[in-house]
């Protein structure tokens, strides 16, 4: 069964806090939220509509289809359903994973198509999350855009007609987790775990 409330072994439980820094006793109250909150339907794991709704504090300038896409990256497995393990790596990325991870992510999310790129239409979504985020977090809505614009320029693009590759992308953004910061990828307040 595992240690705790998690149900996990204990070689699953280690390897999570192995990979994502939370203390055991953390893995446990993830677990307790985890299990309260996705067994609301009655059925085992977090549901898309659950994922939605858990996160939409975080999240609620994005639009729906951004939030649905986000929840496929984390479904690892594909099945349509966060498993424990998935939600608490899910957490781990949007709070506590470095920069370069966290950028990763966003970047995978961002690029729709799955060219390697972002093309104009995917990086316009991509400055109008950022904006509309940041903003929501009360920085300046100047500052904000310039920010991002300086981020996403074609000087920083090695072939423009292609778009912004990820190791790019990576490299323009991650001088600091400002950028992570806009796009609500930020570590949690005081205690918190989300």
Sequence with gaps: MGAGNTKLSKEELNDLIKKTNYTKDQIVQLSKDYYEFSSKDKKLGFSESEFMEFFFCRFRDWDKDLLKQLFKLFDSDGNGVLDFKEFVTSLYIITKAPVVEKLSLLFDLFDRDQSGHLEIEEIEKLIGVAVACGTALGMDYSGVTN?????????????????MNKNEFIKAASNSDKFCKMICFYDSIGQMLY
């Design 147 to 163: 920010y991002v614009f300086s981020i996403c320029s074609a000087e920083n693009m090695s072939n423009k007609n292609k778009g």
